[in-house]
């Protein structure tokens, strides 16, 4: 079994920064793209960066400039650096892979999400 655990959530004020991170465990074979998605009350769950094994970046426009994705293949971790927070950034933020197990096939994966509060 498979699971993705983040942390680094919590309130920040506006201008803060915050680094949100996602360990993916299990009997893990290989990870493919990983990402970070949001979810704001009332809203679609959306893009906010993702990454390639090999490191190609892709953010949504409201966050470049702002946020960096990085991971770290040795350890099966995701981070998302969130720099200039707005309150429009208000979000639950959730990790994402394609992974692929010793039993199993690519298939993707959520983890349970994070709470990311930017308010003054």
């Known amino acids: 079994q498979v699971q993705l655990v983040e942390s680094g959530g919590g309130l920040v004020q506006p201008g803060g920064s915050l680094r949100l991170s996602c360990a993916a465990s299990g009997r893990i074979f290989s990870i493919y793209a990983m990402g970070w998605y949001r979810q704001a009350p009332g809203k679609q769950r959306e893009l906010v960066a993702d990454?390639?094994?090999?490191?190609?970046?892709n953010y949504a426009d409201s966050v470049k400039g702002r946020f960096t994705i990085s991971r770290d293949n040795a350890k099966n971790t995701v981070l998302l650096q969130m720099n200039s927070l707005k309150p429009k950034d208000t979000a639950v933020y959730y990790c994402n892979a394609d992974i692929s197990t010793l039993f199993t096939g690519k298939k993707n994966y959520w983890g349970q999400g994070t709470q990311v509060t930017v308010s003054s």
């Open positions: 990454i390639t094994s090999g490191g190609s970046t």
